[in-house]
């Protein structure tokens, strides 16, 4: 048993804290666009795949700066990339709060925002894995990640009683206060942010409770790591994934309101539920994925099993979307089984990529996985949304589309290997 000094209790408390709150400013960022966009495309004149590139280009250079993001963890810690954030985050709302023209919006809200938003994702998710382990990941993780679905719902409540007056222009106010949050939180974050664990002479919490890291997977270099299916299988289900979650993010509240005729309140309310639901369901999926790991042969047995239930309650959340045509409340059970999905993939992926390839790397390899997964997912799924609602009239055909999504990832989920004995062809 190993028994922590007050500093080194400070420092682990200082990840757990500092992660949060780039998780809150993240999602900050996520979850008001589904409110913000259709107010922009009214009073601007745009449609809805014109504002929806916007959030598109958001993710191609988030996708582009995670990848450098890893590269200043491995190297420095998290204090230079949160401090980047903290800049451009501000800048994304506040800019964008003054934009008129369809270039001004994508320079600020497309490319500021993604820079804001790259330097959070990677940078969270593997200092966490980075200082928590084995048994301990997942419940940790599962802390941290509640700032998501508090941010969503916070920021979507304040966003939503910001613009209750009824102004045309009320979209501009509500980013300005998001900015300044932003800046807020993570000044903090900048101030409280750790390097990584051996820079401080300490070790990862759960590092003797690991069953598979052995030397042969850590002095991998990150060439090497994508020579093995593992590393490209996991790819592959955060890919269908992100294309399947970020459609029904970007457009679920209007496929309520448009497809199905609910008032806008009660489909804000309702994609609310989703936040609050995942206050309470990601510290428990977390504790459940460290048991599973316990149980299982391997740590990363134990991630890869939680990965298929994951992306199967993501393809039964949009199958339940679909039913509420014809009962209302199907759309509340298909709130909770997403909830529950968001609480397991995205640490989901990052614990099991960390399980087979160690952290000594975890920074560049991750980054890199970001690169590809939100270079191409979050844009394709969020444009093609809006694209086929712009050519079909219904937003329906967009959760098909996010269905089909979800179906591959549960595929490449289930060809995940326990381990890096299966090289890619």
């Not at 500021?112 to 200082?131: C, F, I, N």
């Not at 977390?286 to 992306?311: F, M, P, Q």
Request: aromatic share 16%.
């Amino acid at each position: 048993m190993i028994i922590m000094s007050n500093k080194d209790k400070w420092y682990r408390i200082s990840v757990i804290l500092t992660s949060w709150l780039a998780v809150f400013c993240l999602f900050g960022y996520r979850a008001t666009f589904a409110l913000l966009k259709d107010p922009m495309s009214t009073q601007l004149g745009w449609s809805q795949a014109q504002v929806s590139l916007g959030y598109s280009l958001m993710m191609l250079f988030y996708a582009i700066t995670a990848f450098f993001s890893g590269l200043l963890l491995d190297r420095w810690g998290t204090r230079p990339a949160y401090l980047i954030a903290a800049v451009f985050s501000f800048l994304g709302f506040y800019l964008t709060s003054y934009s008129n023209s369809f270039h001004s919006y994508l320079l600020t809200f497309g490319f500021l925002g993604g820079m804001a938003t790259g330097m959070l994702w990677v940078t969270s998710t593997v200092s966490v894995r980075k200082w928590f382990v084995g048994k301990t990941y997942a419940t940790i993780w599962g802390i941290v990640f509640m700032g998501a679905p508090l941010s969503q719902l916070l920021l979507t409540n304040l966003t939503r009683g910001i613009m209750e007056s009824g102004e045309s222009d009320d979209w501009r106010i509500a980013m300005r206060i998001l900015g300044v949050l932003m800046l807020i939180a993570m000044s903090l974050a900048v101030l409280i942010a750790k390097r990584n664990p051996e820079h401080y002479g300490m070790r990862p919490s759960g590092l003797e409770s690991k069953k598979n890291l052995g030397v042969q997977a850590e002095s991998l270099t990150v060439k090497q790591c994508y020579g093995y299916y593992a590393m490209w299988g996991v790819i592959l289900t955060f890919l269908f994934s992100m294309m399947a979650e970020f459609l029904i993010w970007t457009q679920v509240i209007s496929y309520w309101t448009d497809d199905l005729a609910w008032t806008r309140g009660e489909a804000i309310k309702t994609y609310s539920l989703i936040g609050l639901i995942g206050i309470i369901s990601m510290p428990i999926m977390g504790v459940i994925a460290d048991r599973l790991v316990k149980k299982s042969n391997t740590e990363a047995e134990g991630r890869r099993r939680i990965l298929i239930v994951g992306t199967f309650l993501g393809m039964a959340a949009c199958v339940f979307l679909l039913l509420s045509g014809n009962f209302r409340y199907w759309s509340l059970l298909a709130c909770l089984l997403f909830a529950i999905y968001w609480a397991i993939i995205p640490g989901g992926v990052v614990g099991y990529t960390g399980s087979v390839f160690g952290a000594k790397n975890l920074g560049k390899i991750w980054g890199l996985a970001t690169l590809i997964v939100m270079g191409i997912g979050p844009f394709t799924g969020t444009l093609a949304g809006g694209l086929l609602k712009d050519i079909s009239g219904s937003y329906r055909y967009a959760v098909y589309f996010s269905l089909f999504s979800f179906m591959l990832a549960v595929f490449f989920a289930l060809s995940l290997p326990s381990g890096i004995s299966r090289k890619r062809d």
